[in-house]
T-cell receptor, first 111, second 115 residues
Framework: DQQVKQNSPSLSVQEGRISILNCDYT??????FLWYKKYPAEGPTFLIS?????DKNEDGRFTVFLNKSAKHLSLHIVPSQPGDSAVYFC??????????FGRGTSLIVHP | DVKVTQSSRYLVKRTGEKVFLECVQD?????MFWYRQDPGLGLRLIYF???????EKGDIPEGYSVSREKKERFSLILESASTNQTSMYLC??????????????FGQGTRLTVV
C-alpha cells in the first residue's frame, strides 16, 4: 500500500505559468517532507524540504506547502521554465531516516 | 561538493550471472541506500545500511544482497541475474539519524539490462 501518493503521472504547463505538483500521504508519523527532481539518465537531486512544524517553505521559484490536516503537500514552481521539465518525486520520513518516495510526476514545460 | 559515484552508467549482463554494482560516497555519511527505479513504480528501496557491516532489507530485497565493508562503499549484488531485474539502479547516502538529516544524495544511476 502506497504511503506517499502522487496521483498525477504527468503535468503539462506553458512556460511562464505556474506548475503545481501534488502529493498525498497516509502515515501520520511522517514529519519531514522532501521534493526531488530527476532528469533522464541522472540520479535525483534534492530540491526543497519542509518539516511538519511549518506550513510553507520557499526557495526562489520553488515553494512547498504542507497541509497536515489533509495530509497533503504541494510544490509550486513560478514561473515555470523549460529547464524545469523533469520527473518530480515527493518523499516523506518520520521516526526514521529512511524516506518513502512517491511514484513521481513528469512535468513538461512547453516554450 | 557532495558526491556519490556509481561504478557503471550502463551494464549488460546475461541471465544467471552474478552482478556487482558498486557505490562510493565521499561525504562520510552514515547511511547508504540502494533503490531501483521502474516506469510507473517510482523509487523502490532494495536495501539500506546505517553503519559498516550493518544492513537492513527494504521493500524489495528478493534476489539481491548487499555488502558494506567500509563506510564509504556500499555494494549491491544480484546473486543470479534475471530479466525482471532489468532496471535503473540508484545508490544514495544521507548523513545521520536525526529527522533533519534525511536529505539523500544520489549517484548518477546504473542502467542494468539483463538479457
Amino acid at each position: 500500500d502506497q504511503q506517499v501518493k502522487q496521483n498525477s503521472p504527468s503535468l503539462s504547463v506553458q512556460e511562464g505559468r505556474i506548475s503545481i505538483l501534488n502529493c498525498d500521504y497516509t502515515n501520520s508519523m511522517f514529519d519531514y517532507f522532501l521534493w526531488y527532481k530527476k532528469y533522464p539518465a541522472e540520479g535525483p537531486t534534492f530540491l526543497i524540504s519542509i518539516s511538519s512544524i511549518k506550513d510553507k517553505n520557499e526557495d526562489g521559484r520553488f515553494t512547498v506547502f504542507l497541509n497536515k490536516s489533509a495530509k497533503h503537500l504541494s510544490l509550486h514552481i513560478v514561473p515555470s521554465q523549460p529547464g524545469d521539465s523533469a520527473v518530480y518525486f515527493c518523499a516523506a520520513s518520520g521516526g526514521s531516516y529512511i524516506p518513502t518516495f512517491g511514484r513521481g510526476t513528469s512535468l513538461i514545460v512547453h516554450p | 561538493d557532495v558526491k556519490v559515484t556509481q561504478s557503471s552508467r550502463y551494464l549488460v549482463k546475461r541471465t544467471g550471472e552474478k552482478v556487482f554494482l558498486e557505490c562510493v560516497q565521499d561525504m562520510d555519511h552514515e547511511n547508504m541506500f540502494w533503490y531501483r527505479q521502474d516506469p510507473g513504480l517510482g523509487l523502490r528501496l532494495i536495501y539500506f545500511s546505517y553503519d559498516v557491516k550493518m544492513k537492513e532489507k527494504g521493500d524489495i530485497p528478493e534476489g539481491y544482497s548487499v555488502s558494506r565493508e567500509k563506510k564509504e562503499r556500499f555494494s549491491l549484488i544480484l546473486e543470479s541475474a534475471s530479466t525482471n531485474q532489468t532496471s535503473m539502479y540508484l545508490c544514495a547516502s544521507s548523513l545521520g539519524t536525526g529527522w533533519m538529516n534525511t536529505e539523500a544524495f544520489f549517484g548518477q544511476g546504473t542502467r542494468l539490462t539483463v538479457v
